[in-house]
């Protein structure tokens, strides 16, 4: 995954985490806007969630963001 889309994994899910708390979750979808602009990298955060890790569609921000700082 890029450095760019783990920087923005990380602060939107802080940025979720402080305005709903720790139990707050959230899709993949979170980090995009609802314009497709940016497929690709949309594709590579699809495929880390869903293929990669096997996710649920929803997923506590604080184990996102926790996987993400820590490379996996």
């Known amino acids: 995954m890029k450095q760019n889309l783990r920087a923005k ?3 939107t899910c802080d ?3 402080a305005q ?3 139990n707050v979750g959230l899709s ?3 980090f995009f806007t609802n314009k497709n602009d ?5 594709m590579a955060c699809a495929t880390w969630w ?3 890790h ?3 569609h929803f997923e506590k921000a604080i184990k996102i963001r926790k996987m993400v700082a820590d490379g996996l």
Request: proline share 4%.
């Open 9 to 11: 994994i990380v602060a």
């Open 15 to 17: 940025k979720k985490i």
């Open 20 to 22: 709903k708390g720790e």
């Open 28 to 30: 993949f979808y979170a």
């Open 38 to 42: 940016d497929p690709e990298t949309l």
């Open 50 to 52: 869903i293929e990669t």
């Open 54 to 56: 096997q996710l649920d």
